[in-house]
């Protein structure tokens, strides 16, 4: 796994500092609990780096969408993987590529059904969900947020 760290500047004024990370996967199956971890690292070290608190709620459901999204790419896309995290206030935003431009579609509800469920989890966790084909493969991008109500 090759990692890219990347921090920005606000790009909004009301939301603070705005953190990215991003890593390279090489395509085999140890990718995907390299990617749960990278991401839960990253959320989790937000406190300790930045002084900024990522719910421990919104890192578990970050690391299931990473781990179901990544798996996805592991299963149809032979090649890299790419993962991106974003933290912008109370979003936390995850991107994945790879390299099949076939676009998911998610199955109809079938509760007999024995697997296959994936992007059914990731769309009922994430409040925004994105698929987009790329010159090169996919670019699946999802949006959590903390879940807290606001004043």
């Not at 009922?124 to 959590?144: F, H, I, M, S, T």
Request: glycine share 10%; with cysteine.
């Amino acid at each position: 796994m090759e990692q890219r760290l990347e921090e920005t500047e606000d790009r909004c004024p009301a939301t603070g500092r705005v953190l990215t990370r991003g890593a390279v996967f090489d395509g085999d199956s140890a990718m995907i609990g390299e990617a749960r971890r990278f991401a839960a690292d990253f959320l989790g070290g937000i406190r300790t780096e930045h002084g900024r608190t990522v719910p421990s709620h919104v890192i578990g459901a970050a690391q299931l969408v990473v781990s179901e999204l990544v798996t996805n790419a592991c299963k149809y896309a032979p090649g890299p993987c790419l993962l991106d995290l974003v933290v912008d206030g109370d979003i936390v935003e995850i991107t994945v590529w790879d390299t099949d431009s076939t676009l998911p579609v998610p199955s109809a509800a079938e509760p007999g059904r024995i697997g296959q469920h994936g992007l059914e989890i990731v769309i009922a966790l994430c409040e925004e969900y994105d698929v987009r084909r790329e010159p090169v493969g996919k670019r699946v991008k999802v949006r959590l947020a903390d879940g807290e109500d606001r004043p």
